[in-house]
């Protein structure tokens, strides 16, 4: 049974880089999609992107120019980078596989970006 | 890309059958057949209950179902438990290979 665990700081001061990983256990990360999506507290989930490999991934428009995922299979975990964080990057940053209906997801890691 | 539209908030009694509902456009509900619903308990990770609009993953209910009409999926929870009070999500495919999520819809059961 696949399980999805993401880790990272929990305080992010603002303007730095968020960094994310999420490792997977029991299976291999290749070859499927994976996904990351957040939850700022108290409200809805918003998609941040998928990816499949370092050539194939898709992000949400609205972080395009500060968003990077990456994989590493020797790991096999995946990563997430969001640059130049404000508050509103405040959320519960959850993992997940798959793109269009994802299963299973991580716990989830809160990322509160504060000074 | 717009969140797809659900009601805020939906009710019904022990027993009984709940429809939620998922309006989005001819770019996402009405054109892929991905549309998926997830429930969330409070503190809890989402969980997967429907995908590609109507099939059910293994594990879940068969109370759980799925529908589209148009540009608006559905979900039916049908025999109403206590355990099934949660905020419900939708989402579908983009034309712009995005996905995009509803706003969500809490369910509170009488």
């Known amino acids: 049974q696949v399980q999805l665990q993401e880790s990272g700081p929990g305080l992010v001061r603002p303007s730095e880089t968020l960094s994310l990983t999420c490792a997977v256990s029991g299976g291999s990360i290749t070859p499927y999609y994976w996904s990351w999506i957040r939850q700022p507290p108290g409200k809805g989930l918003e998609w941040l992107g998928h990816i499949y490999s370092s050539a194939i991934n898709t992000y949400n428009p609205s972080l395009k120019s500060r968003i990077t995922m990456s994989l590493d299979t020797s790991r096999n975990q995946i990563s997430l980078r969001l640059t130049s964080v404000s508050a509103a990057d405040t959320a519960v940053y959850y993992c997940a596989r798959g793109t269009w209906g994802v299963t299973p997801w991580g716990l989830g890691t809160l990322v509160i970006v504060s000074s | 890309q717009s969140a797809l539209t659900q009601p805020t908030s939906v009710s019904g009694s022990l027993g009984q059958s709940v429809t939620i509902s998922c309006t989005g456009t001819t770019n996402d509900v009405g054109a892929y057949n991905s549309a998926s619903w997830y429930q969330q308990h409070p503190g809890k990770a989402p969980k997967l209950l429907i995908y590609d609009i109507s099939n059910r993953p293994s594990g879940i209910s068969t109370r759980f179902s799925g529908s589209r009409s148009g540009n608006t999926a559905s979900l039916t929870i049908s025999g109403l438990q206590a355990d099934d009070e949660a905020d419900y999500y939708c989402?579908?495919?983009?034309?712009?290979?995005?996905?995009?999520f509803g706003g969500g819809a809490k369910l509170t059961v009488l």
């Open positions: 989402s579908s495919r983009t034309s712009s290979g995005t996905l995009v």
